[in-house]
């Protein structure tokens, strides 16, 4: 049985993520006793880079794959040996109008960007609606990013600092649709706009819950700028430089265990039961800080009734390709189409379409994705013979597949939405993609598909949600147990670390550094 340095500990971290990670190196560099343990044999959780293709010498962001809103702040705090690159090109997308390839290419520069626009629509009135959309959710990016590793404000007090009512009520108030109708005529402009609505989160552009609206808020804000970055050397290069920096202030991390229940009164230290490859084990922390959904925590608990299910909404395909494929569309070149986000069946039309068909239980028919290539920004992900021969990776991720989807046959639903979700992208090529697939070491392909339900399988994410549940407004509502950093729970000694805390969701590590200083009394 495992042997650990402590009888008791300080804290004890249920899950080695990115986040669980970033809360033991705070806590660990404060002079605390840390131990984090991990179910699977390797920490990193989602935010990992692999060797997804036997004898392929390409590491790849297999799950998280792009860093917005992680704070320069953690990064500085713990010194981690991190950093990222910003894409040329924010994004492409094809599109055919009257018999003829074209698209709307968004970066490089404004006098590009602008052209590309006009030549779309016709005019340049489009153009002026999204500086000016885009420069409102700016300026509201500036004001809201610093406050997710401040304690929680009011809802008042969030309003008050945005300063702009306009802005306030187009995102926190009205269901997003409202304003891309009214901000935009373009049916593809809208589109491309309510993506950031609907990475991982089902919902319609007029959702009255407005979890639409929290989608899109978090996808503008990284950063105060809402840049969408490259991880130089793969997402795992960001968990790799955290748990280094957790060892060296002296935490613990024990991988290959299994916490199975945490046993508390929420005032005397808690009891945290494990499993590991030779049996049962158990260990003590005067707080425990866990890195997994709120589902989980309360199965953990023994409640009973634990939070509800979620459900994951995206499918998730990497690829290695022998080179780009060529574009029907000749004015752009592939390697500025795809090194930024390439949107494909992603017009307004098209979105509300498959939302309305996997509401009522039916794959897609014509499935929204996007797509975007780490090493034309990142070569580092790939060996030296595979950059000289002009290799490069390829993500994919789908939109409107919720796991409901996938119940009855997850193969086979995946397989013929993976068909599909090529087909689409298909239609802008000049040639197929599958011409342009390299092969690994066994003559296979070099792709593969992750469903929601893959993903509840491989890393316990509830329903294959990648946020855990539903993302939350970055501000005090009525969660109380919730407290005064959003990590609470009704334990004073348990802490919710991960996505699921207020203010998580995505690569941020900002849920661990708010745990920690809740634990530190800041």
């Known amino acids: 049985m495992t042997s650990f340095g402590h009888d008791v500990y300080d804290d004890v971290i249920v899950g080695g ?39 392929v010498d390409a590491r790849l962001s297999r799950y998280s794959y792009l860093v917005s809103l992680l704070p320069a702040k953690i990064v500085r705090d713990l010194g981690l040996n991190f950093a990222v690159r910003k894409r040329t090109v924010s994004s492409y997308t094809p599109v055919e109008r009257d018999g003829r390839a074209g698209g709307l ?5 404004e006098s590009r960007t602008r ?25 509201l990016a500036g004001k809201v990013f610093p406050t997710l590793t401040e304690p929680l404000p009011t809802r008042a007090e969030l309003r008050a600092r945005i300063d702009d009512e306009a802005a306030w009520r187009m995102l926190f108030e009205e269901p997003l649709g409202r304003a891309v109708e009214e901000h935009f005529t373009d049916d593809l402009v809208r589109g491309v706009v309510l993506t950031d609505a609907l990475i991982g989160t089902f919902a319609d552009a007029h959702d ?27 997402m795992g290069a960001l968990t790799d430089a955290l748990a280094a920096a957790a060892r060296a202030a002296g935490a613990e991390i024990a991988t290959g265990h299994e916490v199975l229940r945490i046993e508390t009164d929420g005032r005397a230290p808690a009891e945290v039961t494990f499993r590991t490859a030779t049996g049962e084990g158990r260990v003590v922390g005067r707080t425990v800080l866990v890195n997994a959904s709120p589902r989980t925590l309360g199965e953990l608990l023994g409640e009973a009734e634990p939070a509800p299910p979620a459900e994951g909404a995206q499918l998730k395909v990497n690829m290695l390709l022998r080179r780009l494929p060529r574009l029907r569309d000749t004015s752009v070149d592939p390697r500025e189409a795809f090194g930024g986000t390439f949107h494909i069946a992603e017009g307004y039309a098209e979105l509300a379409r498959a939302y309305a068909e996997a509401a ?47 119940e009855k046959d997850n193969q086979g639903a995946r397989e013929v939405l993976l068909t599909g979700t090529l087909a689409q992208l298909d239609a802008h090529l000049a040639e197929p993609l599958t011409d342009c697939l390299a092969f690994d070491a066994d003559g296979r392909p070099c792709i593969e598909a992750k469903t929601p339900r893959d993903l509840e399988r491989e890393l316990r994410l509830p329903g294959g949600h990648i946020f855990h549940r539903d993302l939350s407004w970055p501000y005090a509502d009525d969660q109380g147990a919730a407290g005064r950093w959003g990590v609470g729970t009704p334990y004073a000694n348990v802490l919710l670390c991960g996505a699921g805390a207020v203010r998580g969701g995505g690569v941020s590590g900002v849920p661990g550094h708010n745990a920690a200083m809740a634990v530190l009394g800041h």
């Open 208 to 234: 009255a819950s407005l979890v639409q609206n929290r989608c899109f808020l978090y996808h503008v804000i990284g950063g105060g700028t809402g840049d969408w970055d490259v991880p130089v050397g793969g």
């Open 115 to 139: 052209e590309s626009f006009a030549r779309l629509t016709g005019s340049e009135r489009e153009y002026e609606s999204w500086r000016a959309f885009y420069g409102r959710t700016g300026r």
């Open 360 to 406: 009522t239980g039916e794959l897609p028919s014509v499935p929204p994705s996007e797509i975007y290539c780490h090493s034309l920004t990142d070569p580092s992900i790939l060996g030296p013979e595979l950059v000289a021969q002009g290799y490069q990776t390829l993500t994919l991720f789908g939109l409107h597949t919720p796991a409901r989807l996938f």
């Open 17 to 55: 993520g990115h986040n669980g990670l970033v809360a033991a190196a705070y806590l660990a560099r404060a002079g605390r006793s840390v131990l984090v343990l991990e179910r699977l044999g390797n920490t990193g959780g989602a935010a990992i880079s692999t060797r997804p293709f036997v004898g």
């Open 105 to 109: 290419l968004v970066g490089g520069d």
